[in-house]
């Protein structure tokens, strides 16, 4: 297996466009999260599904911040429209039944 | 609401010492327990899995152990080797479902050759 794959892996974009990360979970695990990962705060949980539904996302810090899974092997972070304190690393991860997680490489995000 | 600690938040040692790093947790009703690596730059790569009813996990020269009721894991890694350099991160799973993890802010490990 590949692992749990991200794109892209590195974004820089000008405050207030929109930005759009994606995952691809490791085939036949049921759960899928997304991290953030900064300097000051560490690794920190966005957002959790469970099966394609979003389970929890009061982690999510705003609502310009939204998070779709459409299918067991997609999803989407999407930031609109994104500003400086955006920039981080954003990770994806997946696993099977609460079990070990596994994490993508990350995506690193820098906006100016 | 769980909270971990990592101490120390910096670590540096010599070569082939055997060390050890601590992580505590403030909720002891975990499922399970999770040592990760993380190098400048790069994702993380679990290293060791501990189940709530376990008390410890060996992978190699590493070896984790997990006292639930305490709220505590250590990681031990022997005969240090300067590509064990590197951030390593604890995190706790708390969750019946499928919840997020909680990390710690890691402990940065330098191994000097």
């Known amino acids: 297996d590949a692992g749990v794959i991200q794109s892209p892996r590195h974004e820089v974009t000008e405050m207030g466009q929109e930005v759009t990360l994606r995952c691809k979970p490791i085939s036949g695990h049921n759960s899928l999260f997304w991290y953030r990962q900064t300097m000051m705060r560490g690794l920190e949980l966005l957002i959790y599904f469970n099966n394609n539904v979003p389970i929890d996302d009061s982690g999510m810090p705003e609502d310009r911040f939204s998070a779709k899974m459409p299918n067991a092997s997609f999803s989407t972070l999407k930031i609109q429209p994104s500003e400086p304190r955006d920039s981080a690393v954003y990770f994806c991860a997946s696993s099977l039944l609460g079990r070990e997680q596994f994490f993508g490489p990350g995506t690193r995000l820098t906006v100016l | ?113």
Do not use: M
């Open chain 2, 1 to 113: 609401k769980q909270e971990v600690t990592q101490i120390p938040a910096a670590l540096s040692v010599p070569e082939g010492e055997n060390l050890v790093l601590n992580c505590s947790f403030t909720d002891s009703a975990i499922y399970n327990l999770q040592w990760f690596r993380q190098d400048p730059g790069k994702g993380l790569t679990s290293l060791l899995l501990i189940q709530s009813s376990q008390r410890e996990q060996t992978s190699g020269r590493l070896n984790a152990s997990l006292d639930k009721s305490s709220g505590r894991s250590t990681l031990y890694i022997a005969a240090s080797q300067p590509g064990d350099s590197a951030t390593y991160l604890c995190a706790v799973y708390s969750g019946g479902g499928a919840d997020g993890l909680t990390f710690g802010k890691g402990t940065h490990l330098i191994i000097q050759p």
